[in-house]
Protein backbone atom coordinates (compact mmCIF):
# COMPACT_ATOMS: atom_id res chain seq x y z
CA UNK A 1 0.00 0.00 0.00
CA UNK A 2 1.56 3.43 -0.60
CA UNK A 3 2.10 5.37 2.55
CA UNK A 4 0.01 9.21 2.37
CA UNK A 5 1.52 11.94 4.52
CA UNK A 6 -0.65 13.55 6.27
CA UNK A 7 -0.79 16.88 8.67
CA UNK A 8 -2.83 16.80 11.68
CA UNK A 9 -3.93 19.81 12.75
CA UNK A 10 -5.12 20.12 16.88
CA UNK A 11 -2.52 17.30 17.16
CA UNK A 12 -2.09 17.91 20.98
CA UNK A 13 -5.38 17.62 21.94
CA UNK A 14 -7.35 14.42 22.76
CA UNK A 15 -8.63 13.86 19.61
CA UNK A 16 -5.55 15.05 17.60
CA UNK A 17 -4.32 12.40 19.97
CA UNK A 18 -5.98 9.66 18.60
CA UNK A 19 -5.07 10.08 15.41
CA UNK A 20 -1.95 9.58 16.35
CA UNK A 21 -2.36 6.19 17.94
CA UNK A 22 -4.22 5.22 14.64
CA UNK A 23 -1.90 6.43 12.24
CA UNK A 24 0.42 4.82 14.31
CA UNK A 25 -0.63 1.67 12.83
CA UNK A 26 -2.34 2.65 9.34
CA UNK A 27 -0.46 0.64 6.66
CA UNK A 28 -1.35 3.35 4.43
CA UNK A 29 -1.08 7.04 6.17
CA UNK A 30 2.35 8.37 8.10
CA UNK A 31 2.23 11.77 10.17
CA UNK A 32 3.96 13.92 8.53
CA UNK A 33 3.22 16.79 10.33
CA UNK A 34 1.62 16.90 14.15
CA UNK A 35 0.63 20.83 14.90
CA UNK A 36 -0.85 22.52 17.93
CA UNK A 37 -0.87 26.13 19.31
CA UNK A 38 0.01 26.44 22.58
CA UNK A 39 1.54 22.91 22.94
CA UNK A 40 3.72 23.87 19.85
CA UNK A 41 7.65 23.02 20.43
CA UNK A 42 6.83 19.99 22.71
CA UNK A 43 7.33 16.37 21.88
CA UNK A 44 4.41 14.31 21.12
CA UNK A 45 6.12 11.64 23.78
CA UNK A 46 5.48 14.73 26.35
CA UNK A 47 2.17 15.98 25.43
CA UNK A 48 1.21 12.51 25.23
CA UNK A 49 2.85 10.25 27.13
CA UNK A 50 0.91 6.95 25.52
CA UNK A 51 2.39 7.91 22.48
CA UNK A 52 6.27 7.83 23.51
CA UNK A 53 7.14 4.45 21.33
CA UNK A 54 5.39 4.89 18.48
CA UNK A 55 6.68 8.85 18.12
CA UNK A 56 9.92 8.86 19.72
CA UNK A 57 11.09 12.05 17.55
CA UNK A 58 8.21 13.56 16.54
CA UNK A 59 7.58 17.40 18.23
CA UNK A 60 4.63 19.43 17.84
CA UNK A 61 4.73 22.16 15.23
CA UNK A 62 2.96 25.26 14.65
CA UNK A 63 1.48 25.76 11.20
CA UNK A 64 0.63 28.58 8.56
CA UNK A 65 -2.09 27.90 6.80
CA UNK A 66 -1.15 30.58 4.07
CA UNK A 67 2.21 27.87 3.82
CA UNK A 68 0.80 24.92 3.48
CA UNK A 69 3.58 22.45 3.37
CA UNK A 70 2.81 19.02 0.40
CA UNK A 71 1.05 16.31 2.18
CA UNK A 72 -1.39 14.15 1.00
CA UNK A 73 -4.17 14.88 2.84
CA UNK A 74 -4.85 17.41 6.31
CA UNK A 75 -6.84 16.67 9.42
CA UNK A 76 -7.92 19.33 11.34
CA UNK A 77 -9.02 18.46 15.24
CA UNK A 78 -9.88 22.55 16.10
CA UNK A 79 -12.16 23.85 18.25
CA UNK A 80 -15.59 24.84 16.58
CA UNK A 81 -15.30 27.91 15.01
CA UNK A 82 -11.34 27.82 13.72
CA UNK A 83 -11.87 26.24 10.30
CA UNK A 84 -14.18 28.87 8.93
CA UNK A 85 -11.08 31.21 8.81
CA UNK A 86 -8.91 28.42 7.70
CA UNK A 87 -11.36 26.47 5.06
CA UNK A 88 -10.37 28.95 2.09
CA UNK A 89 -6.74 28.01 2.49
CA UNK A 90 -7.26 24.45 2.58
CA UNK A 91 -9.97 24.16 0.16
CA UNK A 92 -7.74 26.46 -2.21
CA UNK A 93 -4.53 24.07 -2.16
CA UNK A 94 -6.87 21.20 -3.12
CA UNK A 95 -5.76 19.02 -0.64
CA UNK A 96 -8.05 16.28 0.68
CA UNK A 97 -9.23 17.93 3.86
CA UNK A 98 -10.95 15.71 7.19
CA UNK A 99 -12.66 18.24 9.37
CA UNK A 100 -13.94 17.78 12.71
CA UNK A 101 -15.03 20.77 13.93
CA UNK A 102 -18.86 21.33 13.58
CA UNK A 103 -18.05 24.18 11.08
CA UNK A 104 -19.17 22.96 7.70
CA UNK A 105 -21.54 19.78 9.04
CA UNK A 106 -25.01 21.45 8.79
CA UNK A 107 -26.62 22.22 5.45
CA UNK A 108 -26.93 25.94 5.67
CA UNK A 109 -25.78 29.18 7.52
CA UNK A 110 -29.18 30.00 8.98
CA UNK A 111 -28.47 26.00 10.27
CA UNK A 112 -25.34 26.90 12.06
CA UNK A 113 -26.44 30.35 13.76
CA UNK A 114 -29.33 28.41 14.96
CA UNK A 115 -27.72 26.05 16.71
CA UNK A 116 -24.05 27.62 17.61
CA UNK A 117 -25.37 31.22 18.47
CA UNK A 118 -23.19 33.04 15.91
CA UNK A 119 -23.09 33.72 12.70
CA UNK A 120 -20.87 31.65 10.13
CA UNK A 121 -17.60 33.08 9.04
CA UNK A 122 -17.56 31.14 5.25
CA UNK A 123 -20.35 30.41 4.19
CA UNK A 124 -19.57 30.35 0.56
CA UNK A 125 -17.98 27.20 1.62
CA UNK A 126 -20.50 25.24 3.34
CA UNK A 127 -21.41 23.53 0.01
CA UNK A 128 -17.87 21.87 -0.41
CA UNK A 129 -18.31 19.50 2.80
CA UNK A 130 -19.81 16.10 2.64
CA UNK A 131 -20.87 15.42 5.89
CA UNK A 132 -18.64 12.62 7.26
CA UNK A 133 -20.29 9.17 7.92
CA UNK A 134 -19.33 6.81 5.38
CA UNK A 135 -22.64 4.21 6.58
CA UNK A 136 -24.80 7.30 5.12
CA UNK A 137 -22.92 8.92 2.55
CA UNK A 138 -20.04 6.22 1.55
CA UNK A 139 -20.25 7.66 -2.33
CA UNK A 140 -20.46 11.38 -1.58
CA UNK A 141 -17.48 11.10 0.44
CA UNK A 142 -15.04 8.90 -1.69
CA UNK A 143 -15.30 11.57 -4.20
CA UNK A 144 -15.06 14.49 -1.95
CA UNK A 145 -12.11 16.37 -1.57
CA UNK A 146 -13.24 18.31 2.30
CA UNK A 147 -15.14 15.98 4.38
CA UNK A 148 -16.76 17.27 7.78
CA UNK A 149 -17.44 14.68 9.87
CA UNK A 150 -20.14 14.12 12.42
CA UNK A 151 -20.24 15.32 15.86
CA UNK A 152 -19.62 12.38 18.30
CA UNK A 153 -23.48 12.23 19.92
CA UNK A 154 -24.60 12.78 16.28
CA UNK A 155 -22.80 9.71 15.10
CA UNK A 156 -24.61 7.50 18.03
CA UNK A 157 -28.23 8.88 17.66
CA UNK A 158 -27.85 8.97 13.91
CA UNK A 159 -26.91 5.60 13.27
CA UNK A 160 -29.34 3.87 16.09
CA UNK A 161 -32.07 5.87 14.55
CA UNK A 162 -31.69 6.51 11.23
CA UNK A 163 -32.86 2.73 9.72
CA UNK A 164 -35.77 2.89 11.99
CA UNK A 165 -36.87 6.41 10.30
CA UNK A 166 -35.73 5.24 6.42
CA UNK A 167 -38.20 1.81 7.91
CA UNK A 168 -41.28 3.80 8.48
CA UNK A 169 -41.12 2.07 12.04
CA UNK A 170 -40.98 5.72 13.85
CA UNK A 171 -43.97 8.63 14.55
CA UNK A 172 -42.86 11.33 12.82
CA UNK A 173 -41.46 13.95 15.57
CA UNK A 174 -41.46 11.46 18.79
CA UNK A 175 -37.81 10.49 18.68
CA UNK A 176 -36.08 11.01 22.35
CA UNK A 177 -32.32 10.39 22.70
CA UNK A 178 -31.07 9.82 26.05
CA UNK A 179 -27.30 10.75 25.50
CA UNK A 180 -24.18 9.74 28.11
CA UNK A 181 -20.75 10.49 27.41
CA UNK A 182 -17.48 10.33 29.08
CA UNK A 183 -15.57 13.22 29.88
CA UNK A 184 -13.12 13.04 26.51
CA UNK A 185 -15.64 14.24 24.58
CA UNK A 186 -15.11 17.43 26.19
CA UNK A 187 -11.57 17.88 25.51
CA UNK A 188 -8.25 18.23 27.79
CA UNK A 189 -9.01 21.57 28.89
CA UNK A 190 -10.72 20.96 32.26
CA UNK A 191 -13.90 23.52 32.90
CA UNK A 192 -16.00 23.62 36.34
CA UNK A 193 -18.70 21.24 35.13
CA UNK A 194 -15.73 18.39 34.28
CA UNK A 195 -13.16 19.09 37.09
CA UNK A 196 -12.82 15.57 38.81
CA UNK A 197 -14.79 17.48 41.45
CA UNK A 198 -17.87 17.57 39.47
CA UNK A 199 -17.75 14.35 37.35
CA UNK A 200 -16.39 12.12 39.75
CA UNK A 201 -19.53 9.92 42.04
CA UNK A 202 -22.09 11.85 40.09
CA UNK A 203 -24.10 11.60 36.96
CA UNK A 204 -25.97 15.05 35.86
CA UNK A 205 -27.82 16.07 32.21
CA UNK A 206 -26.31 19.35 30.69
CA UNK A 207 -27.45 21.19 27.85
CA UNK A 208 -30.69 20.47 27.49
CA UNK A 209 -32.99 21.32 24.91
CA UNK A 210 -30.80 22.81 22.60
CA UNK A 211 -27.71 21.16 22.85
CA UNK A 212 -25.83 21.88 19.05
CA UNK A 213 -25.85 18.13 18.21
CA UNK A 214 -29.96 17.88 17.97
CA UNK A 215 -29.47 19.99 14.69
CA UNK A 216 -27.24 17.57 13.23
CA UNK A 217 -29.79 14.37 13.76
CA UNK A 218 -32.10 16.77 12.80
CA UNK A 219 -30.72 16.98 9.14
CA UNK A 220 -30.22 13.79 9.44
CA UNK A 221 -33.29 11.57 10.51
CA UNK A 222 -35.69 14.47 8.67
CA UNK A 223 -37.50 15.49 11.56
CA UNK A 224 -37.74 17.07 14.87
CA UNK A 225 -35.35 15.30 18.01
CA UNK A 226 -35.69 15.54 22.04
CA UNK A 227 -31.82 15.28 22.76
CA UNK A 228 -31.15 14.47 26.59
CA UNK A 229 -27.43 14.67 26.96
CA UNK A 230 -25.54 13.10 30.14
CA UNK A 231 -22.02 13.57 31.49
CA UNK A 232 -20.46 10.07 33.24
CA UNK A 233 -17.70 9.64 35.25
CA UNK A 234 -15.81 7.71 32.57
CA UNK A 235 -13.02 8.57 30.24
CA UNK A 236 -14.68 7.26 26.63
CA UNK A 237 -17.63 6.45 25.54
CA UNK A 238 -20.75 7.06 24.63
CA UNK A 239 -24.32 5.41 24.99
CA UNK A 240 -27.64 6.46 23.45
CA UNK A 241 -31.13 5.83 24.60
CA UNK A 242 -33.73 6.50 22.09
CA UNK A 243 -37.42 5.84 22.60
CA UNK A 244 -39.65 6.59 19.69
CA UNK A 245 -43.57 6.41 18.94
CA UNK A 246 -44.06 3.59 16.77
CA UNK A 247 -45.79 3.87 13.43
CA UNK A 248 -45.82 0.53 12.05
CA UNK A 249 -45.46 -3.13 12.83
CA UNK A 250 -41.70 -4.25 11.85
CA UNK A 251 -39.22 -5.22 14.03
CA UNK A 252 -36.79 -2.47 14.42
CA UNK A 253 -33.86 -5.05 14.99
CA UNK A 254 -34.15 -6.64 11.66
CA UNK A 255 -34.41 -2.88 10.16
CA UNK A 256 -30.70 -2.67 11.91
CA UNK A 257 -29.92 -5.98 10.77
CA UNK A 258 -30.96 -4.96 6.99
CA UNK A 259 -29.98 -1.88 7.00
CA UNK A 260 -26.23 -2.74 8.36
CA UNK A 261 -25.87 -5.87 6.75
CA UNK A 262 -22.27 -5.50 5.11
CA UNK A 263 -21.60 -2.73 7.16
CA UNK A 264 -17.69 -3.65 8.68
CA UNK A 265 -17.57 -1.42 11.84
CA UNK A 266 -21.39 -1.98 12.91
CA UNK A 267 -22.63 -5.29 15.26
CA UNK A 268 -26.21 -6.05 15.88
CA UNK A 269 -27.29 -8.04 19.09
CA UNK A 270 -29.70 -8.75 21.02
CA UNK A 271 -27.94 -8.09 23.79
CA UNK A 272 -27.82 -4.29 25.15
CA UNK A 273 -24.81 -2.47 24.26
CA UNK A 274 -21.93 -0.60 26.53
CA UNK A 275 -19.54 1.29 25.73
CA UNK A 276 -16.55 -0.58 27.54
CA UNK A 277 -16.75 -3.04 24.43
CA UNK A 278 -16.28 -0.58 21.93
CA UNK A 279 -13.47 1.06 24.14
CA UNK A 280 -10.59 2.43 21.61
CA UNK A 281 -11.90 0.85 18.63
CA UNK A 282 -14.27 2.10 15.60
CA UNK A 283 -17.02 -0.08 16.52
CA UNK A 284 -20.54 0.52 16.55
CA UNK A 285 -22.92 -1.75 19.09
CA UNK A 286 -26.43 -1.20 18.47
CA UNK A 287 -29.80 -3.44 19.55
CA UNK A 288 -33.68 -2.66 19.27
CA UNK A 289 -36.78 -3.56 20.84
CA UNK A 290 -40.33 -2.63 20.74
CA UNK A 291 -41.96 -2.45 23.92
CA UNK A 292 -45.23 -5.30 24.06
CA UNK A 293 -47.13 -3.08 26.41
CA UNK A 294 -46.76 0.22 24.99
CA UNK A 295 -45.76 -0.35 21.81
CA UNK A 296 -42.99 2.07 21.58
CA UNK A 297 -40.01 1.71 19.87
CA UNK A 298 -36.49 1.05 21.97
CA UNK A 299 -33.16 1.13 20.30
CA UNK A 300 -29.55 1.36 21.81
CA UNK A 301 -26.12 2.46 20.68
CA UNK A 302 -22.75 2.47 22.24
CA UNK A 303 -19.54 4.36 20.34
CA UNK A 304 -16.43 5.09 21.53
CA UNK A 305 -16.39 9.25 21.12
CA UNK A 306 -12.87 9.45 20.44
CA UNK A 307 -13.25 6.72 17.97
CA UNK A 308 -16.19 6.53 15.74
CA UNK A 309 -16.90 9.45 17.44
CA UNK A 310 -14.24 11.29 16.09
CA UNK A 311 -10.80 9.93 15.07
CA UNK A 312 -11.79 6.51 13.83
CA UNK A 313 -14.47 8.37 11.47
CA UNK A 314 -12.16 10.40 10.28
CA UNK A 315 -9.75 8.09 8.94
CA UNK A 316 -12.45 5.55 7.70
CA UNK A 317 -13.89 9.16 5.64
CA UNK A 318 -10.12 9.49 4.68
CA UNK A 319 -9.46 6.07 3.52
CA UNK A 320 -12.17 6.14 1.22
CA UNK A 321 -11.37 9.59 -0.04
CA UNK A 322 -7.24 8.27 -0.62
CA UNK A 323 -8.78 5.15 -2.37
CA UNK A 324 -7.33 2.66 0.61
CA UNK A 325 -9.04 0.19 1.58
CA UNK A 326 -12.16 1.44 3.99
CA UNK A 327 -11.01 -0.38 7.26
CA UNK A 328 -7.68 0.24 6.52
CA UNK A 329 -5.73 1.17 9.76
CA UNK A 330 -9.01 0.72 12.21
CA UNK A 331 -9.18 -2.84 12.65
CA UNK A 332 -7.85 -3.05 16.53
CA UNK A 333 -10.12 -5.01 18.67
CA UNK A 334 -11.40 -3.24 22.07
CA UNK A 335 -9.55 -4.22 25.25
CA UNK A 336 -11.53 -6.04 28.49
CA UNK A 337 -11.73 -5.78 31.17
N1 LIG B 1 -13.37 15.01 22.30
C1 LIG B 1 -14.28 14.35 21.58
O1 LIG B 1 -14.71 13.24 21.93
C2 LIG B 1 -14.79 14.94 20.29
C3 LIG B 1 -14.40 16.18 19.86
N2 LIG B 1 -14.92 16.69 18.70
C4 LIG B 1 -14.48 17.99 18.21
O2 LIG B 1 -13.13 17.88 17.78
C5 LIG B 1 -12.44 19.10 18.00
C6 LIG B 1 -11.22 18.82 18.89
O3 LIG B 1 -11.68 18.28 20.11
P1 LIG B 1 -10.69 17.82 21.27
O4 LIG B 1 -9.52 17.11 20.72
O5 LIG B 1 -11.54 17.14 22.26
O6 LIG B 1 -10.22 19.23 21.85
P2 LIG B 1 -8.94 19.56 22.76
O7 LIG B 1 -9.29 20.77 23.53
O8 LIG B 1 -8.52 18.36 23.50
O9 LIG B 1 -7.80 19.93 21.68
C7 LIG B 1 -7.91 21.10 20.91
C8 LIG B 1 -6.72 21.19 19.96
O10 LIG B 1 -6.85 22.38 19.18
C9 LIG B 1 -5.72 23.24 19.40
N3 LIG B 1 -6.22 24.62 19.46
C10 LIG B 1 -6.93 25.18 20.44
N4 LIG B 1 -7.32 26.43 20.13
C11 LIG B 1 -6.80 26.67 18.89
C12 LIG B 1 -6.84 27.77 18.01
N5 LIG B 1 -7.47 28.89 18.32
N6 LIG B 1 -6.20 27.65 16.82
C13 LIG B 1 -5.56 26.52 16.51
N7 LIG B 1 -5.49 25.44 17.30
C14 LIG B 1 -6.11 25.51 18.46
C15 LIG B 1 -5.10 22.79 20.69
O11 LIG B 1 -3.72 23.10 20.64
P3 LIG B 1 -2.81 23.36 21.96
O12 LIG B 1 -3.30 22.40 23.00
O13 LIG B 1 -1.41 23.07 21.48
O14 LIG B 1 -3.01 24.78 22.33
C16 LIG B 1 -5.37 21.28 20.65
O15 LIG B 1 -4.42 20.65 19.84
C17 LIG B 1 -13.47 20.05 18.62
O16 LIG B 1 -14.10 20.78 17.59
C18 LIG B 1 -14.47 19.09 19.25
O17 LIG B 1 -15.73 19.64 19.42
C19 LIG B 1 -15.79 15.97 17.95
C20 LIG B 1 -16.19 14.72 18.31
C21 LIG B 1 -15.73 14.12 19.55
C1 LIG C 1 -19.02 15.57 27.25
C2 LIG C 1 -19.11 16.76 26.32
O1 LIG C 1 -18.99 17.89 26.73
N1 LIG C 1 -19.31 16.47 25.06
C3 LIG C 1 -19.38 17.47 24.05
C4 LIG C 1 -19.61 16.73 22.78
C5 LIG C 1 -19.55 17.59 21.62
C6 LIG C 1 -18.19 17.74 21.02
O2 LIG C 1 -17.17 17.28 21.43
O3 LIG C 1 -18.11 18.44 19.92
P1 LIG C 1 -18.55 18.00 18.51
O4 LIG C 1 -19.74 18.79 18.18
O5 LIG C 1 -17.44 18.39 17.65
O6 LIG C 1 -18.77 16.52 18.53
C7 LIG C 1 -20.51 18.46 24.28
O7 LIG C 1 -21.56 18.12 24.79
O8 LIG C 1 -20.36 19.62 23.84
Known amino acids: MNTNRVMILGASGYVGGELLRLVAHHPGLEVAFACGRGEAG ?7 PHLA ?26 PHGTTQALAPYLLASG ?20 WYGEPHAAPQHLDDFIY ?8 AIKGAKAV ?59 GLLNH ?17 PHLVPMDRGILVTC ?45 ARRCARTGNLLALGAIDNLGKGAAGQMIQCANLMLGLEEGAGLTTAGVWP
Not at 42 to 48: D, I, L, N, Q, R
Not at 58 to 78: C, G, K, M, R, S
Not at 212 to 228: C, I, K, P, S, Y
Request: hydrophobic share 45%; proline share 6%.
Open 148 to 206: ATAGCYATAAILTMKPLVDSGLVEAGSIIVNGMSGVSGAGKVPSPKTHFDSVHGSLGAY
Open 243 to 287: TAKSAGEGDPLAALAEAYADEPFIHISETAPATKAVAGTNAVHLS
Open 95 to 114: KPFVDLGADFRLDSAEDYAT
Open 53 to 78: LAYPDLTITEYDPLNLPEVDLVFAAL
Open 132 to 139: GIPELNRD
Open 42 to 48: KAVAEVH
Open 212 to 228: RHTGEMQMALGQDVLFN
